[in-house]
Antibody, heavy 122, light 108 residues
Framework: EVQLVESGGGLVQPGGSLRLSCAAS????????MTWVRQAPGKGLEWVSS????????YYADSVKGRFTISRDNSKYTLFLQLNSLRAEDTAVYYC???????????????WGQGTMVTVSS | DIQMTQSPSSLSASVGDRVTITCRAS??????LNWYQQKPGEAPKLLIY???TLQTGVPLRFSGYGSGTDFTLTISSLQPEDFAAYYC??????????FGQGTKLQIK
């Protein structure tokens, strides 16, 4: 079964750090780009960051650039998101998702994890 | 940056109704437009990609249309399980992506 399972969320003080993990199974992890999407309580979806299959290329939303770092360990089928200098507005459920290049050459986020909650509060 | 605007933000409808949700891009995204459904407490689920192609397993009552800047998601006959939030997403500027703000579909 193709599956993504996030972990690492929790309560952290403003200015603190957290490392999220996303364990993949059921597919050849290195063949796919991966992405993180977050959702603040009661709000919509916000794309956060993406990484290529080999890990050599990374991309960030302006709202997290310079504070968050995406990485992956293909040998362990795991995606990471390092969250530094956290702010209250970073409070959200963080989802990891697989990026599939569908027919027509369009990227889709076809497999999602269940999400992990990050709360930034003093 | 490409901005995506959905309308309406919320919608009340009854089982059996036909509903349409609109998504507008701030610049042309060709047909690089996806739709996702999200039920409370769950992760989003891909419904439609490339503006009009149904993901495997998605019921035929869902359809997508559009290209350029204007897109629609239509549910031809609402079922109880369709009451959820719906999001459009542009992938024209991949690997930088943008979601619409969402449309919450509620039972009337």
């Amino acid at each position: 079964e193709v599956q993504l399972v996030e972990s690492g969320g929790g309560l952290v003080q403003p200015g603190g750090s957290l490392r999220l993990s996303c364990a993949a199974s059921g597919f050849t992890f290195s063949n796919f780009a991966m992405t993180w999407v977050r959702q603040a309580p009661g709000k919509g979806l916000e794309w956060v960051s993406s990484i290529s299959g080999g890990g050599g290329s990374t991309y960030y939303a302006d709202s997290v650039k310079g504070r968050f770092t995406i990485s992956r360990d293909n040998s362990k089928y795991t995606l990471f998101l390092q969250l530094n200098s956290l702010r209250a507005e970073d409070t959200a459920v963080y989802y990891c998702a697989r990026v599939l290049v569908a027919a027509h050459g369009s990227d889709v986020f076809d497999i999602w994890g269940q999400g992990t909650m990050v709360t930034v509060s003093s | 940056d490409i901005q995506m605007t959905q309308s309406p933000s919320s919608l009340s409808a009854s089982v059996g109704d036909r509903v349409t949700i609109t998504c507008r891009a701030s610049q042309s995204v060709n047909s690089y437009l996806n739709w996702y459904q999200q039920k409370p407490g769950e992760a989003p689920k891909l419904l439609i990609y490339a503006a009009s192609t149904l993901q495997t397993g998605v019921p035929l009552r869902f359809s997508g249309y559009g290209s350029g800047t204007d897109f629609t998601l239509t549910i031809s006959s609402l079922q109880p399980e369709d009451f959820a939030a719906y999001y459009c997403q542009q992938t024209f500027s991949a690997p930088l992506y943008t979601f619409g703000q969402g449309t919450k579909l509620q039972i009337k």
